[in-house]
């Protein structure tokens, strides 16, 4: 599929028709953060993730007889 410039414009201006110029950034800096944070979980050790999880776990107090 190959998008020449005629297209990419024409998409363009349905995006900015459809949410208009203010909403865009919000938009697009909502779809970056998605990434960056499936970009992060893909990347993640599960063994890491767990460890995470067990530190941040308060101490277990030990019962005295």
């Known amino acids: 599929m ?7 414009l024409l998409i363009s201006l349905v995006v900015v ?3 208009g ?3 865009i950034p919000e938009l697009f800096s909502g779809l ?3 990434i960056r944070n499936f970009k ?3 990347n993640e ?3 890491d993730a767990k460890r995470k999880e067990l530190a941040a776990l308060p101490p277990k107090e030990k019962e005295s007889a």
Request: hydrophobic fraction near 40%; glycine fraction near 14%.
């Open 2 to 8: 190959n998008l020449g410039m005629p297209e990419i």
């Open 32 to 34: 970056g953060a998605g």
């Open 17 to 19: 028709l459809l949410f």
């Open 45 to 47: 050790d599960p063994d």
């Open 40 to 42: 992060k979980a893909v």
């Open 21 to 23: 110029t203010k909403k």
